[in-house]
């Protein structure tokens, strides 16, 4: 049989390496324990009751629909037909990475976000919390109005009260401070320094809560210039990254993830593959993907930075900065081996890191340097603009403002009082300062503290522009009319200043004289192409969403005086933890709290929805005794607050595979005012239980254990106490939820164990594609993989598929978990959020799940798969199912008719891929404002009724009616995507029709990668993956090499 | 005693439900069967005369049919296309030109109260010009075809292979006052997919989907 082999994947620590109770798991028909009492209603009075409700139902349904009414426009603007959906070209306002978004709008409404496929740095793809943004259009808490003292008031009243104050602010030269996040708007940041030039004393402070400040503070002192290089990971044949996240959370991650992937994996006749090596202390879905990952505590960080920087001075042949600092964690083997590929792959070689050690990333622009790395996949000539905060500002503005010395605060995109550590302080300075504006759009920590409130627009109802990257930018336009009594920001700074002027206006004219006159054809091949005057050339930016200008040319020499040896990192005392503090793909630096999707979507490795908590490795749960959901005290002993007591922080702890052993690592972001909303999310029942903690709110804040060191906020590196509480607390993780099994006593065909996820090398690659370039070309497309061993024919070959034939293909090596697509799915297809506890419950109901495998014990790799319904051409859902509700379709789809359906349930009972979802209520949304986001093309379906994916059939439908109304016999390739298509940053997953031959579903159908899962059970699904594929040595050349 | 009387309660109940069945079947219908449904509408506009005495396109108001999922109905502006000018049926105007010059006067204007309501919708004033006095308000229809939720009907893929409109909607140019002339059951889909299929639509081969997923997703 074969089977005695375990498998080589597996899901937890408690399932997999890790212990006992394996089987009990995994093959439990009901997951969570029975242990409510046995029913009391007796057969007759079900009957009963059955018979009465039938009576009524009839009585009931003989009568006549209610009436319904048709509102047509009174005045119907020409370009608009009802029913017809609208994309509007436009810029993603959830972070400031300023990606290009098409908003789609429906009948006035935005209903979805998707990727603008023609934007030069994120190239289609949209990260999960720019999918979810479109909810906060509709938050139904959203600062309506001014505020005054938390009071409503007219925005007369508002700019009456604040100019009155400001002139006399501006008689007295009182300073004023203008404090925001990155802000990447020329424009706006041109209004406001016209606004600050109308006083004396004024200054505009910048930070990030999820800082970037070291790279740019090294900059400063290697390269003259307070930049942030643009990082060119498509062109980088080798990555060495410290500590950096640059697929999840680091920067611009949707632009890296596609730079990334487009460089990964070559798969022409001679495969060519980048090489990626990722030193971290957490598991990150970055470090998921690297070639060579090796666990690395925040103090071992510098001394490896400086090891790498002395063998590439060795290899360049200069004289190191550094002295040799010795050995140590990592092994200087690898360091050796990698600075040979850095060297070998020069100048398309890159070194990143996310350490907010300013000395350790000024040795990290040595390394880059002395590859000649810089002008090839570091641009300074046209620096990322996406991070410009200043910490050392920062903390000098937070002085000021403990001090009583500032007479006006403008808070613009920033939470202070919430992400920063001395929060409390910083509200404490809020109260002491004369005039404090908040523009946020959210009553949140910092807003709530603040006198006045005037709320900014969304940034789907704002004119506005971004530019991400010096010389790319983005235009943004309202794609609906304000909802609310907001202003935006460009109108109230003008209000203030005395000249009143509309957000549009203000745009226009800086683009008429700032970026007109410095236009260039967007594939940067002069001017002649981007329009002729500024009408044309305005039109055409509109349109596009897109502009590029050019950029003055300017130099940045390097300075290699400034280079020198990190400080080395104080040691841990024994029984002390290394603390990480890091941002989560969803919720990031926790400005999206507040939004459903984003709290609920799994994290893409550690699986859990709707908390934080203080992650630990096995061997150190292991040493502490600690069980997944014990609640630990943290407690910071801070080494450079003076007189501060300990900070501590009560979360439950997770034991998270791949972390190193010394570190303790959890997530900021959480515990967010406006959070307390979710106490009531998913259906309301008697076994109903709150969806927040005892705080009342979502997860905890854990932004006091972060410290200022050394002029820039300090994510790690900080010594920490643990201690066990004696308390538990459930996490609702999904990550043995819908797992796939095959049973042990399940004979296979073939024989052998086939695994889930199937993983290659390159070196197996080149075989595999020279077999398959030698092989005769199969007759058609393999339609299973077994031909040698006949299929009992349980299942008819009666399918003919004359017309299209739907697949979907998934490249394993190019996708990175991000959860981008399972937050797009969500939004496309009107899937409810079901809350805390229904997860508990296994209820989760996202279409596609992003199941997350280790492999490995100690140093564990991560391989992510997505997993949606495979459309299984012998589908065992559809014969199971009593009513019909489920079958086939001429085209390849399992199709599920909610109206038909009537909940038995044997469908999902029997899908061996467990990605049927069933409705155990009508599970409204929380907030009833939010319906406006529903897509009306696709049904909301009610209570008692199994749903799943269907490829997004209203979009093949949509497309197939657009294609025969323009007279095209076929659908063809590409015009149809579906919404995890559309929105994946990695472009990993691609749909169309595997009967067009020169499809690109085809062509993925025929790659030597290509495997599907449980294929030897003959459902023949019609989802098709592609093996994942690392860049290392296969195991058979590497004995080889041992022994020869 | 008691069994008697549940007999004759019983008895009484049958008998009633037979006379009822007997004498109202033609009334009688499925539960979401709307056929015959025929509302009364805000304005009462014929489609008689639009469509039939005048001979409208009715793509000319219902202007989404051959490019949207909804035929649309047609905004105030629309109808002000015409309207602006035919304040009256050309009865009325003719016989009040013919008063008026009998009486060697200016015809005085007349407006009839069912075009009244489309510049009251607009709040124009008699002039035709927006009136500030008066505040603008949609007019409300009843909508009379209708589907289920979670059935979805688009008008441009029927239009645009050739379907006539009076295949669903019946002879609307005949109506004074619209009615649903089918009983939009899935049978009665179903069954035009068929035979379009087999017969084709206006000489032309077709391919009508009988898939679930062609209209239920």
Redesign the interface.
């Known amino acids: 049989m074969g089977r005695d082999k375990p498998s080589r994947y597996w899901k937890s620590w408690e399932q997999g390496p890790g212990a006992s109770e394996l089987i009990q798991i995994s093959t439990n028909e009901f997951p969570e324990p029975l242990d409510r009492p046995p029913s009391q209603f007796s057969r007759r009075s079900f009957l009963k009751a059955a018979g009465f409700t039938a009576a009524v139902a009839?009585t009931v349904?003989?009568s006549?629909?209610p009436?319904?009414?048709?509102?047509?426009?009174?005045?119907?603007p020409e370009e608009i037909?009802?029913?017809?959906s609208y994309f509007y070209a436009s810029g993603c306002g959830g972070c400031s990475a300023g990606c290009g978004v098409l908003v789609k709008t429906r009948d006035g409404r935005p209903i979805k976000l998707e990727g603008n496929p023609e934007h030069p740095l994120s190239h289609g793809g949209l990260c999960a919390a720019g999918q979810a943004s479109l909810l906060s259009l509709y938050d139904s808490q959203r600062v309506k109005e001014p505020l005054i003292g938390g009071k409503p008031a007219s925005w007369q009243e508002a700019d009456r009260r604040i100019t009155e104050q400001l002139a006399s602010i501006r008689a007295s030269r009182g300073p004023v401070r203008f404090l925001s996040g990155t802000i990447t708007s020329p424009t706006l940041n041109a209004e406001i320094q016209r606004f600050l030039a109308t006083f004396p004393d004024a200054g505009h402070v910048t930070y990030d809560a999820l800082s970037s400040s070291a790279i740019l503070d090294a900059h400063q002192e290697t390269h003259g210039a307070r930049l942030l290089p643009h990082y060119r990971f498509d062109l980088a044949d080798v990555v060495v990254s410290f500590d950096a996240d640059f697929l999840g959370t680091w920067i611009s991650p949707v632009e890296f993830t596609h730079g990334y992937r487009s460089n990964r994996l070559n798969e022409s006749a001679a495969p060519k593959m980048s090489y990626h090596a990722q030193f971290e202390s957490r598991l990150s879905i970055t470090g998921a993907k690297a070639d060579q990952r090796v666990r690395v505590a925040p103090d071992e960080l510098p001394s490896a930075v400086s090891r790498l920087a002395v063998s590439i001075a060795r290899l360049a042949g200069i004289a190191s900065p550094v002295p040799d600092s010795g050995t140590g964690n990592p092994p200087d083997a690898i360091l050796e081996t990698l600075a040979q590929r850095l060297w070998e792959a020069r100048p398309n070689s890159l070194v990143v890191s996310g350490s907010q050690d300013r000395r350790a990333q000024v040795l990290v622009n040595f390394i880059n340097q002395a590859l000649g790395n810089y002008g090839a996949t570091l641009e300074i000539e046209r620096p990322s603009l996406q991070k410009s905060g200043s910490d050392r500002e920062l903390q000098a503005l937070v002085d000021e403002l403990q001090k009583g010395q500032v007479a006006a605060l403008f808070i613009l995109g920033a939470n202070p009082v919430y992400d920063l550590p001395n929060g409390s302080a910083i509200a404490d300075g809020i109260s002491k300062t004369r005039l404090v504006v908040s523009f946020s759009g959210q009553l949140d920590e910092t807003a709530s503290a603040s006198r006045f409130v005037c709320p900014d627009h969304d940034a789907l109802e704002s004119w506005g522009d971004a530019e991400p990257v010096r010389g790319t930018l983005t235009l943004y336009q309202p794609a609906i009319r304000p909802l609310t009594n907001t202003r935006p920001v460009l109108e109230s700074l003008a209000a203030w200043r005395g000249q009143p002027r509309s957000a549009y206006d203000t745009l226009r004219e800086y683009w008429r004289t700032e970026v007109f006159p410095k236009r260039q054809s967007r594939d940067g091949n002069g001017a002649g192409a981007a329009g002729a005057d500024f009408q044309s050339f305005w039109d055409a930016s509109v349109e596009a969403g897109i502009a590029q200008i050019k950029t003055a040319s300017t130099t940045h020499p390097f300075r290699g005086a400034a280079v020198a040896a990190p400080a080395a990192a104080g040691a841990l005392s024994a029984d002390e933890f290394s603390l990480v503090l890091y941002p989560k793909v969803a919720l990031g630096d926790g400005r999206h709290a507040h939004n459903p999707w984003l709290q609920e979507l799994p994290d893409p490795i550690s699986k859990i929805t709707w908390d934080n908590y203080a992650s630990v490795s096995p061997a150190a749960a292991t040493r502490l005794g600690l069980k997944e959901g014990d609640v630990v005290r943290l407690e910071l002993q801070s080494r450079d607050r003076e007189g501060a007591g300990a900070q501590t922080i009560e979360l439950p702890s997770f034991i998270q595979p791949g972390q190193h052993d010394a570190v303790v690592s959890v997530a900021l972001g959480y515990g967010r005012k406006g959070t307390e909303r979710f106490s009531t999310v998913g259906p309301k029942w008697i076994f109903g239980r709150s969806g927040v903690n005892e705080e009342g709110r979502v997860g905890k804040n854990a932004a006091p254990l972060l410290e200022f060191t050394d002029g820039s906020l300090q994510y790690s590196g900080s010594g920490i106490r643990l201690t066990k509480t004696g308390r538990q607390y459930s996490l609702a993780s999904t990550q043995s939820h819908h797992t796939l099994t095959i049973p042990k006593n399940i004979p296979l065909v073939g024989g052998d164990t086939r695994e889930i996820v199937h993983e290659l090398t390159v070196a197996e690659l080149v075989e595999k594609v020279h077999a398959a370039a030698t092989a005769p070309p199969p007759p058609e497309l393999p339609k299973r993989r077994f031909p040698e061993v006949p299929m009992n024919g349980m299942w008819k070959d009666d399918h003919p598929y004359t017309?299209h034939r739907w697949a979907i293909g998934v490249d394993l090596t190019a996708c990175t978990g991000c959860g981008a697509c399972v937050v797009a799915c969500q939004a496309e297809n009107n899937i409810p959020v079901v809350g805390k506890d229904e997860v508990l419950r296994h209820r989760e109901m996202h279409w596609i799940r992003i199941d997350r495998y280790y492999s490995g014990e100690e140093d564990v790799e991560v391989v992510h798969q997505p997993m949606m319904c495979q459309q299984c051409d012998n589908a065992p859902c559809e014969t199971v199912c009593p009513v019909l509700a489920t079958?086939h379709?001429?085209?390849g789809?399992n199709?599920q008719?909610?109206?038909?359906c009537v909940g038995t349930r044997y469908c999902a009972n029997n899908c061996p891929y467990k990605t049927r979802r069933f409705n155990w209520f009508n599970y409204a949304r929380n907030d009833k404002f939010q319906n406006l986001a529903l897509n009306p093309?696709?049904?909301?379906r009610s209570r008692g009724v199994m749903e799943k994916c269907?490829f997004c059939?209203?979009r093949i439908?949509a497309a197939?009616?657009e294609s025969?109304?323009h007279g095209a016999a076929k659908i063809a390739d590409g015009q149809v995507q579906t919404a995890c298509q559309q929105s994946c940053p990695a472009q990993a997953i691609v749909f169309g029709d595997l009967n067009d031959p020169n499809s690109r579903i085809a062509q993925m159908a025929r790659n030597p990668r290509r495997f599907a899962v449980l294929e030897e059970f003959n459902f023949r699904p019609a989802v098709n993956y592609l093996a994942v594929v690392r860049n290392r040595e296969s195991e058979i050349t590497k004995e080889a090499k041992a022994h020869g | 005693m008691n069994t008697k009387l549940v007999t004759i309660v019983l008895g009484v109940g049958l008998i009633v439900s037979v006379a009822v069945l007997v004498t109202q079947s033609s009334t009688l219908h499925i539960p979401g069967n709307q056929e015959g449904y025929q509302p009364p509408q805000p304005i009462a506009f014929s489609h008689g005369l639009h469509a039939g005495e005048m001979q409208i396109s009715c793509f000319y108001c219902h202007s989404g049919a051959d490019s949207s999922r909804h035929a649309g109905i047609p905004a105030a502006s629309t109808c002000m296309n015409c309207h602006r000018y035919v304040t009256a049926p050309l009865g009325a105007l003719r016989e009040e030109d013919e008063l008026a010059k009998k009486e060697n006067r200016r015809p005085a204007p007349i407006v009839s109260p069912e075009i009244q309501k489309i510049y009251d919708a607009l709040a124009l004033n008699p002039k035709m010009e927006p009136d500030s006095q008066k505040t603008s308000k949609p007019i409300e229809w009843t909508r009379i075809y209708r589907l289920p939720d979670f059935t979805y009907f688009n008008h441009s893929a029927h239009v645009s292979v050739g379907v006539d409109c009076q295949t669903c909607h019946g002879p609307v140019e005949t109506m004074e006052h619209v009615r649903q002339v089918s009983d939009l059951s899935m049978g009665w889909c179903v069954n035009c997919h068929r035979q379009a299929n087999e017969k084709g639509i206006a000489g032309k081969q077709v391919r009508a989907s009988l898939d679930c997923s062609t209209c239920h997703y």
């Open positions: 009839a349904g003989c006549r629909a009436v319904e009414k048709a509102i047509p426009y009174l005045v119907q037909v009802p029913g017809v017309g079958v379709s001429a085209e789809l199709q008719i909610y109206n038909r093309d696709v049904t909301v269907t059939v209203q439908e197939r009616i025969r109304r």
